[in-house]
């Protein structure tokens, strides 16, 4: 009785210790919330290195909704891993965060050793909860941490994507640096294929398009002009593949509003000959709307399908914009057919979506990998399968039905 009563204690004992760890090992928790299609306000986040010691964390909403207001002050509380799948805490803090007149919020936070660490950032606000994961390299002086966008003010811009023609300038962690290079690409990547297609990837071109060069003056740049889509990838050391990436995507992105943008995505839905006939027709927009009047049969039905499909894609731009917008990817191709997964988990170099209830016969899990992308770290692809070919056309005719 004194033995069992003892291995009970024990048991109680780490039980207690394993609750008062602190937060959850990423890993184990489910994230889906990060894709929820109720989402309105979501978060962009960049981290700037000031020195050996010290990164700068910045951070701003945005929301496709232009009438939805934002905060002028947050609490930010955050906790810093050694790694994705670790649940050791290396340095936490909770301080209060008034925004700039630009809306952007700014702190200084440490990061010790190891070199590669992870970043939470949970905000609370009047508007709610945001929480938000960034991966930190404190010792390549390449990585993108090093380097820090600026408008035509020299205010800190902390996304790298564009619709529109924009001149930028780029601050380096480094003021010894003189020049800084711009490979610029112009690639025609193809569309996600359904889950159970296997392609094989081809190897990509590093062979830019163009080469340039722009002058530094203790660390700030010329301003460099984004005027033709594709991507620029800018260097301070040619030897390296390591740098910033900026995106030049099409007019208004990560909206989708003219009919060309609205066409693409239906290939999704449709079988070839109908994608054929869209795309031969002389006026897109007629051929768009009279495909989804086809569809749903009445107008209201229509309309409304139009705004919940290119809402998807809209978010799909925003959460997998990668060399490519988001909608095009292998996760935004799930997302927009699947909708957002039930529950999802992160760990080094995959995610995990499932869709019904876990351990279910009727359930449905996605598996992407991470690819190792000296442009940018959201570049996942899907480990395809036959098995989810009848939920695929069972899904697709749910959109159509």
Same mark, same amino acid.
């Given at each position: 009785?004194?033995?069992?009563?003892?291995?009970?204690?024990?048991i109680?004992?780490?039980?207690?210790?394993f609750?008062?760890?602190?937060?959850?090992?990423?890993?184990?928790?489910?994230?889906?919330?990060?894709?929820?299609?109720?989402?309105?306000?979501?978060?962009?986040?960049?981290?700037?290195?000031?020195?050996?010691k010290?990164?700068?964390?910045?951070?701003?909403?945005?929301?496709?909704?232009?009438?939805?207001?934002?905060?002028?002050?947050?609490?930010?509380?955050?906790?810093?891993?050694?790694?994705?799948?670790?649940?050791?805490?290396?340095f936490?803090?909770?301080?209060t965060?008034?925004?700039?007149?630009?809306?952007?919020?700014?702190?200084?936070?440490?990061?010790?050793?190891?070199?590669?660490?992870?970043?939470?950032?949970?905000?609370?606000?009047?508007?709610?909860n945001?929480?938000?994961?960034?991966?930190?390299?404190?010792q390549?002086?390449?990585?993108?941490?090093?380097?820090?966008l600026?408008?035509?003010?020299?205010?800190?811009?902390?996304?790298?994507?564009?619709?529109e023609?924009?001149?930028?300038?780029?601050?380096?962690?480094?003021?010894?640096?003189?020049?800084?290079?711009?490979?610029?690409?112009?690639?025609?990547?193809?569309?996600?294929?359904?889950?159970?297609?296997?392609?094989?990837?081809?190897?990509f071109?590093?062979?830019?398009?163009?080469?340039?060069?722009?002058?530094l003056?203790?660390?700030? &740049? !010329?301003?460099? #002009? =984004?005027?033709q889509?594709?991507?620029?990838?800018?260097?301070? $050391?040619?030897?390296?593949r %390591?740098?910033?990436?900026?995106f030049?995507?099409?007019?208004?992105?990560?909206?989708?509003?003219?009919?060309e943008?609205?066409?693409?995505?239906?290939?999704?839905?449709?079988?070839? &000959? !109908?994608?054929? #006939? =869209?795309?031969?027709?002389?006026?897109?927009?007629?051929?768009? $709307?009279?495909?989804?009047? %086809?569809?749903?049969?009445?107008?209201?039905?229509?309309?409304?399908?139009?705004?919940?499909?290119?809402?998807?894609?809209?978010?799909?731009?925003?959460?997998?914009?990668?060399?490519?917008?988001?909608?095009?990817?292998?996760?935004?191709?799930?997302?927009?057919?699947?909708?957002?997964?039930h529950?999802?988990?992160?760990?080094k170099?995959?995610?995990?979506?499932?869709?019904?209830?876990?351990?279910?016969?009727?359930?449905?899990?996605?598996t992407?990998?991470?690819?190792v992308?000296?442009?940018?770290?959201?570049?996942?692809?899907?480990?395809?399968?036959?098995?989810?070919?009848?939920?695929?056309?069972?899904?697709?005719?749910?959109?159509?039905?």
């Open positions: 009785m004194i033995k069992r009563f003892n291995i009970w204690m024990l109680l004992f780490a039980l207690f210790l609750c008062c760890r602190g937060p959850k090992t990423i890993i184990l928790r489910d994230l889906s919330f990060l894709y929820a299609s109720e989402k309105k306000v979501f978060l962009q986040a960049k981290v700037f290195r000031n020195n050996e010290n990164f700068r964390l910045y951070f701003q909403f945005m929301s496709l909704d232009k009438n939805i207001e934002h905060p002028d002050s947050v609490r930010a509380e955050y906790y810093i891993y050694d790694d994705l799948e670790s649940g050791q805490v290396l936490s803090d909770t301080l965060v008034n925004a700039s007149e630009s809306g952007l919020f700014f702190f200084d936070i440490p990061v010790p050793e190891p070199h590669e660490t992870v970043l939470e950032l949970s905000l609370s606000s009047g508007s709610g945001r929480l938000f994961f960034i991966e930190m390299n404190k390549d002086r390449n990585a993108p941490e090093n380097y820090l600026l408008d035509l003010d020299k205010r800190p811009l902390i996304y790298n994507y564009f619709g023609d924009q001149e930028v300038r780029v601050k380096t962690a480094h003021p010894e640096k003189e020049l800084l290079w711009v490979y610029y690409y112009h690639r025609d990547f193809p569309i996600a294929q359904t889950p159970f297609h296997f392609e094989k990837r081809k190897p071109n590093y062979r830019p398009d163009s080469i340039f060069s722009v002058k003056e203790k660390g700030v &740049s !010329e301003l460099i #002009d =984004l005027q889509q594709g991507f620029y990838h800018i260097l301070s $050391d040619t030897s390296q %390591e740098g910033l990436t900026l030049r995507f099409g007019e208004g992105f990560p909206e989708i509003s003219t009919p943008q609205m066409l693409q995505p239906l290939r999704y839905i449709s079988s070839s &000959s !109908e994608f054929e #006939d =869209l795309k031969s027709s002389d006026n897109t927009k007629m051929a768009v $709307d009279k495909f989804w009047l %086809e569809l749903k049969g009445d107008e209201i039905r229509a309309r409304n399908a139009i705004k919940s499909y290119y809402s998807s894609a809209e978010k799909a731009n925003v959460y997998f914009s990668s060399y490519q917008e988001g909608w095009k990817t292998d996760r935004g191709l799930i997302y927009m057919i699947y909708g957002p997964p529950k999802m988990n992160r760990g170099g995959y995610e995990t979506w499932l869709y019904g209830r876990a351990n279910s016969l009727n359930s449905i899990e996605f992407f990998v991470q690819v992308n000296p442009f940018t770290q959201n570049d996942y692809q899907l480990i395809k399968s036959p098995k989810y070919k009848t939920s695929w056309y069972y899904s697709v005719d749910n959109i159509r039905r």
